[in-house]
Structure formats: structure tokens, C-alpha cells
T-cell receptor, first 112, second 113 residues
Framework: GQQVMQIPQYQHVQEGEDFTTYCNSS?????IQWYKQRPGGHPVFLIQ?????EVKKQKRLTFQFGEAKKNSSLHITATQTTDVGTYFC????????????FGTGTRLLVSP | KAGVTQTPRYLIKTRGQQVTLSCSPI?????VSWYQQTPGQGLQFLFE???????NKGNFPGRFSGRQFSNSRSEMNVSTLELGDSALYLC????????????FGEGSRLTVL
């Protein structure tokens, strides 16, 4: 079946360190979305990438979509305690009726 | 503008019972999707509705069903509950299918004893 894997599952960093999560799909994606879920909260949309090789930045967050549209990454520069949460990628699948397949998520813990 | 509203927020059921969860999307949003979130399995897609029609269905048994009303509100039902159905059930809406971001509700946390 269609799968989207994320690594690492969990990362604990010191405040100020960088963090990267990677997302890999077994099939070519039409687009990739990223969501953040704070502990006890619900997923909140961060960004969508559509084009092959696309790179987008939001302040300290950098998102990339691979050339083959099968992988993506989220990089956070100089993490802050407010970055704590689980980051999910969600790949758009061209299944006729497009649907989003969520990655397994990366849980980020930031120590002050 | 009000967000996605899910009710109830928390509920406890016993094995064999059934449960109905409700979702009111953001005003003007006509597409509603349901997801099951568990610690081990992450976010699993259940189904998507648009204009009262199911467009997509995930790999869940027939005990899981849903519907959408003419006002875009949606319900999902789980019959003959099993312990493994304990999870956070999230509803998400968007203006129409494939239009971009999903807006999630706070979820309904179901515990099956």
C-alpha cells in the first residue's frame, strides 16, 4: 500500500541546536504538506510544497521537496522550546480521488 | 470564524457498544475527512466526504462508517467496539477536495474498556 515514512521517530535536542526530519514515500507524490501537533493538541498546517525541488522558508523553518517528488525534509534552525511537538508530513497521492497519506511523525523535544 | 468543532471531546465505552462522533466543519467548508490517531499507528485515514458523498475510504473494517449531511456536518459511527478502537478521532475540513490545507478539530478521545 501507499506509505509515507518519517525519520527519526523521536529527537531530543538542546535549545539552540538544529533539527531535521525526513519524509520518504514509496510512490511519487503530487504534493507534500507539513503539520505540527503540540502535545495534547491537534495537527496544524504549516506549509504545502508542490513543485519538484521546491524550497520554502518560514522564519527558522526550511522545507524542501525532492526532485523526484518522493521525499521531503523540514529543517529547524536554532530550535526553541516553542518548537516542541510532533511534526507530520502528508503526501498527496494521485489515486484518482487524491487523498493525503500522513507520515509516521517525528516527535521533537527541546530542552532549555 | 469558528474552527472545526467535534463532539463529544471525551467518551468512555465498553467492548461491544457503538459510538457516534460528530464534526461541524468551518463555515463554507464542504469537504470533511476523518482520521484515527493512536500512539503506535500515527494518523490513519478513515474516510472523506464531499457534498454528502464518500469520496475516499481508508483500510478500516466495515464497523467504521460515516455520513455527511446537507449542511456539511459529518458523523462517524463505530459499531461493536473493540479495545483497539481506543484512539483520538480527528475530523478535518477543507473548502473542497484538493484545495490545500486541512483544518483539524480538537478531536474526540475514545476509550474502550
Amino acid at each position: 500500500g501507499q506509505q509515507v515514512m518519517q525519520i527519526p521517530q523521536y529527537q531530543h535536542v538542546q535549545e539552540g541546536e538544529d533539527f531535521t526530519t525526513y519524509c520518504n514515500s514509496s510512490t511519487t507524490l503530487s504534493n507534500i504538506q507539513w503539520y505540527k501537533q503540540r502535545p495534547g493538541g491537534h495537527p496544524v498546517f504549516l506549509i504545502q510544497l508542490v513543485k519538484s525541488g521546491e524550497v520554502k522558508k518560514q522564519k527558522r523553518l526550511t522545507f524542501q521537496f525532492g526532485e523526484a517528488k518522493k521525499n521531503s525534509s523540514l529543517h529547524i534552525t536554532a530550535t526553541q522550546t516553542t518548537d516542541v511537538g510532533t511534526y507530520f508530513c502528508a503526501g498527496g497521492m494521485n489515486t484518482g480521488f487524491q487523498k493525503l497519506v500522513f507520515g509516521t511523525g517525528t516527535r521533537l523535544l527541546v530542552s532549555p | 470564524k469558528a474552527g472545526v468543532t467535534q463532539t463529544p471531546r471525551y467518551l468512555i465505552k465498553t467492548r461491544g457498544q457503538q459510538v457516534t462522533l460528530s464534526c461541524s466543519p468551518i463555515s463554507g467548508h464542504r469537504s470533511v475527512s476523518w482520521y484515527q490517531q493512536t500512539p503506535g499507528q500515527g494518523l490513519q485515514f478513515l474516510f472523506e466526504y464531499f457534498s454528502e458523498t464518500q469520496r475516499n475510504k481508508g483500510n478500516f473494517p466495515g464497523r467504521f462508517s460515516g455520513r455527511q449531511f446537507s449542511n456539511s456536518r459529518s458523523e462517524m459511527n463505530v459499531s461493536t467496539l473493540e479495545l483497539g478502537d481506543s484512539a483520538l478521532y480527528l475530523c478535518a475540513s477543507m473548502v473542497s477536495p484538493n484545495t490545500g490545507e486541512l483544518f483539524f478539530g480538537e478531536g474526540s478521545r475514545l476509550t474502550v474498556l
